[in-house]
Nanobody
Framework: QVQLVESGGGLVQAGGSLRLSCAAS????????MAWFRQAPGKERECVAR????????LYADSVMGRFTISRDNAKNTVYLQMNSLKPEDTAVYYC?????????????????????WGQGTQVTVSS
């Protein structure tokens, strides 16, 4: 069993930055590829970023490419999402998720059912 605890959300003006953190406990963190999802009111849940177990590979949604950076520190059992140049359309609840599958890194990476464990979500609001 893996527990994921998120922090770092809040209210920020357009053009600003936030860093989200997701701290894992209960199992070996490095066994899991990790991802950040977001869900805005009236919209489908979207995977914005994924990182491999070692941290050597990353994937991003087109909507955040060049603005968001996912990273991890396996010694601290923590994954991060650095969000820069924030836009009002980034407003959403952001979720941390863990994937235990052994497969190609990019296989079904955008699909929520690919992930076994989820955080509680943290609200990010970007004002305009």
């Amino acid at each position: 069993q893996v527990q994921l605890v998120e922090s770092g959300g809040g209210l920020v003006q357009a053009g600003g930055s936030l860093r989200l953190s997701c701290a894992a406990s209960g199992r070996t963190f490095s066994n899991y590829a990790m991802a950040w999802f977001r869900q805005a009111p009236g919209k489908e849940r979207e995977c914005v970023a994924r990182i491999s177990r070692s941290g050597s590979s990353t994937l991003y949604a087109d909507s955040v490419m060049g603005r968001f950076t996912i990273s991890r520190d396996n010694a601290k059992n923590t994954v991060y999402l650095q969000m820069n140049s924030l836009k009002p359309e980034d407003t959403a609840v952001y979720y941390c998720a863990a994937d235990s599958r052994i497969t190609y890194f990019e296989y079904q990476w955008r699909v929520a059912a690919s992930y076994d464990y989820w955080g509680q979500g943290t609200q990010v609001t970007v004002s305009s």
